[in-house]
C-alpha cells in the first residue's frame, strides 16, 4: 500500500503560489509527524518543513520562513504545504515523509511519498 502521496507540484513564475499535499494511508495520521524535504538537481535532499498534526506544532528552515505554510486536515489525513512568493531557488523535487516526531534528519523518517515537481521560473 502506498502509504504516502504527494500533489500540487507544476511550473510557476517568479512570484507566484502553489499548494502541495501530501495525503497518508495506512497508518494511525495523528501518531505520526509529516516532513516535506525538496531535492534540486545535484544537491542533497533538505529540509523544508514539518508539523506533527495532533497538535498542531510546526516547524520551517530559514530560508522558507514567511513564505510556505504547513497545515493539516486531520479528517482528510492530508498535509499541506503553502508555497508562496516562489523563487527560482525554490525549484527542487519535493518529497512528504513521515515520521514519530519531527526532524530535520531525513534517515528518520519511515515513509516517503513519491516527490512532486516544483519549477520556478524567473
Known amino acids: 500500500d502506498v502509504q504516502l502521496q504527494a500533489f500540487g507540484g507544476g511550473l510557476v513564475q517568479a512570484g507566484g503560489s502553489l499548494r502541495l499535499s501530501c495525503t497518508a494511508s495506512?497508518?494511525?495520521?495523528?501518531?505520526?509527524?509529516i516532513g516535506w524535504f525538496r531535492q534540486a538537481p545535484g544537491l542533497d535532499p533538505e529540509g523544508v518543513s514539518c508539523?506533527?498534526?495532533?497538535?498542531?506544532?510546526?516547524y520551517y528552515q530559514d530560508s522558507v520562513k514567511g513564505r510556505f505554510t504547513i497545515s493539516s486536515d486531520n479528517a482528510k489525513n492530508t498535509v499541506y504545504l503553502q508555497l508562496n512568493s516562489l523563487k527560482p531557488e525554490d525549484t527542487a523535487v519535493y518529497y512528504c515523509?513521515?515520521?514519530?516526531?519531527?526532524?530535520?534528519?531525513?534517515?528518520?523518517?519511515?515513509?516517503w511519498g513519491q516527490g512532486t515537481q516544483v519549477t520556478v521560473s524567473s
Open positions: 495506512g497508518f494511525t495520521f495523528d501518531d505520526y509527524a
Open positions: 515523509a513521515a515520521d514519530q516526531g519531527c526532524s530535520w534528519f531525513r534517515y528518520e523518517y519511515d515513509y
Open positions: 508539523i506533527t498534526p495532533s497538535d498542531g506544532s510546526t
